[in-house]
């Protein structure tokens, strides 16, 4: 396809990918002229894969040229490219307590979860138990405890629904899901508790469907 058949489909301006073109964060495509180059189905989902990771992910170039980076090293195990997207997503400072961060290892310790200690997942859960401690609600081991059950549930799932064979599909899906799932999952949390409360308390919401 030309590039403007490329930009259609993936609703992307023209002047955008050659843009991504020129800072090397999207392969150049096959040459057929001075002018012309042809793309494909890879320059497609690695179009998508940008723009999911800065609109959606709200990551800067530079950090999406890090996971581009990561995605493209064929030495690089799909738990590596994984581990590079989750990077990038994090904050650069994450500020936890011994505390907390004591208590996260001793979930994980408790799930037997094979994780890198240097993880700043670990940091940013462990930051997040301070915050609520500093505005006065302490989450308690059972809430704590069906979380974590709820998130291996989901997390395990995620990961044999990625595809196979493909080793560069498998890893952009592994990296879109990482950066896109979030939402979905915090609106499907919202949508339960609502459906919760509204059992718990004989309400009956309004337009239900």
Avoid at 76 to 104: F, K, N, Y
Avoid at 134 to 160: F, N, S, W
Avoid at 188 to 193: D, K, S
Wanted: glycine share 6%; hydrophobic share 40%.
């Amino acid at each position: 396809m030309w590039i403007a058949e490329l930009s259609r489909r993936t609703d992307v301006p023209v002047a955008t990918i050659k843009y991504y073109l020129r800072e090397g964060l999207l392969p150049p495509g096959e040459s057929v002229g001075a002018t012309r180059s042809r793309y494909d189905e890879s320059h497609v989902r690695r179009l998508r894969l940008i723009r999911a990771l800065a609109e959606a992910g709200g990551l800067s170039l530079a950090r999406i040229r890090g996971v581009l980076t990561a995605v493209d090293e064929e030495s690089r195990e799909i738990h590596e490219v994984l581990g590079a997207a989750h990077s990038a997503l994090l904050p650069d400072t994450i500020e936890a307590t011994p505390d907390s961060l004591a208590r996260v290892d001793r979930l994980l310790e408790d799930h037997d979860w094979q994780v890198d200690r240097e993880s700043r997942d670990r940091a940013l859960l462990a930051s997040a138990l301070d915050g609520l401690e500093k505005v006065g609600y302490h989450l308690d081991d059972d809430l704590l405890e069906t979380y974590a059950t709820t998130a291996q549930q989901t997390a395990e799932a995620e990961v044999a629904h990625l595809p196979s064979g493909d080793r560069q599909h498998t890893v952009e899906t592994t990296v879109l899901l990482t950066a896109l799932g979030g939402p979905v999952l915090l609106a499907l949390r919202r949508l339960a508790q609502q459906n919760a409360s509204a059992h718990r308390y004989n309400a009956v919401p309004r337009n239900c469907p």
